[in-house]
């Protein structure tokens, strides 16, 4: 298997304050992988990082290709998006 999706150093911040700092992950291609954590882990933070929602640092790369840094539109055009759980 390939990898599909690996993030490197990723930070994420919120204004001034930084809330994840310098994750590490792979994902193989054709896996089934699950993001644990307790409230306020920085799951969510996680999930809109990937799809360029919040200020990053750090790389992704989608298929070998870099996708930090672009429009959360253009990441979703490479096949990214979120199905948040309903309440």
Do not use: W
Not at 39 to 68: E, F, H, P, Y
Request: aromatic content about 2%; overall charge positive.
């Amino acid at each position: 298997m390939s990898v599909l999706l690996e993030v490197k150093d990723l930070s994420a911040t919120y204004g001034a304050t930084e809330v994840l700092h310098k994750i590490n992950f792979s994902m193989q291609e054709g896996s089934i992988t699950t993001l644990l954590g307790a409230n306020g882990a920085g799951k969510t933070t996680t999930l809109r990082a990937l799809c360029g929602m919040v200020k990053t640092s750090g790389s992704i790369t989608l298929a070998g290709q870099r996708t930090d840094g672009l429009a959360t539109e253009d990441i979703v055009r490479r096949g990214v998006a979120q199905v948040p759980d309903g309440r």
